[in-house]
């Protein structure tokens, strides 16, 4: 939480502190038209003031955990900051790319409230070719894989869920016909086995 101290008096060349002239003047309103105020939680309920420079952030520190507050966005790690007051709502930074079957990418209108961002691309109704999959059967959007039984993956960045991310991973069925995504040991193979406790006719 941002500290403050009030009294009488002239501030000394301090950016984060400001004058003002009138009786009981100097009061926590004062502090929101000169102070940026930023959310610290992803639920929006607490919000601190800013010192001068920084911006809102949302700074992504795990999978899917946010950090919320003031700052400024360094480094390579997943960040976002805007300069206007609580514009860090988690919905502002997540927007996904959407897309129906036969449809175009483009990237969507609004925030995506649920957390994540979703690539769907049904190979079976390309017949197995994946290029085909890619151009006609694609659907993207915001929120969980639509389908357990179509390979999918889900990413929470932003404008994260597009082809080159989809191809990242190789998809297999289980017993169960659900798909799963394989991990890079599995070098690109799927595999079915027939399994029969049956000796034959003896």
Known sequence: MTG??????RCDNDKNCHECSTDHC??????????????????????????????????KI?????????????????????NTNKCNKREAYLFCYERG???????ALTGCAKGNCYISVDITKAGGDMATALKKYTKQGCGDCPSYTIPCRTCDTK???TEKFYKEKHYCLDTSGIVQECISEHKGFCYYAVINDNKGIE
């Open 101 to 107: 079957e036969n449809g175009k990418e483009r990237i």
């Open 62 to 82: 795990g999978p899917k955990e946010w950090e919320f507050g003031c700052g400024i966005c360094t480094g390579s790690e997943p960040c976002y900051q805007c």
């Open 4 to 9: 403050v101290e009030k009294g009488c008096g």
């Open 26 to 59: 100097n009061t926590v309103g004062l502090v929101t038209t000169q102070h940026l105020s930023c959310y610290t939680t992803q639920e929006q309920y607490h919000y601190d003031f800013c010192l001068a420079d920084y911006g809102c952030i949302i700074k």
């Open 159 to 161: 404008q994260c869920n």
